[in-house]
């Protein structure tokens, strides 16, 4: 199914370097995992219902609630730097 040809190809797409010994280790690994996803193929999953998870779950999320955020001196107490009312950070972009 897989060939050395096939792993130095995706080896020189991926940049690296392999010697023989890898690259006949690599082709039989792949090649036995190629296999398994092929065995895997003749299951009958005809009555599956197509999931995300293995267990069922339930909306885990909370129901929004609107309350008063932050104050602004206190989210500003620990800044390193502020000017404002607001944070300040060093400028990553040159004009």
Not at 11 to 20: P, T, V
Not at 23 to 34: H, P, R, S, V
């Amino acid at each position: 199914m897989i060939d050395k040809k096939d792993v130095e190809y995706a080896a020189g797409l991926a940049q690296l370097k392999l010697d023989e010994e890898e690259k006949e280790k690599y082709t039989e690994q792949i090649g036995e995992i190629l296999n398994y996803v092929d065995k895997l193929s003749e299951l009958d999953t005809d009555d599956v219902v197509p999931t995300a998870y293995t267990v069922p779950m339930k909306n885990v999320l909370r129901e929004d609630q609107v309350k008063d955020s932050l104050p602004r001196e206190k989210s500003l107490a620990n800044a390193p730097d502020e000017k404002d009312g607001h944070f300040r950070a060093p400028k990553i972009m040159s004009d």
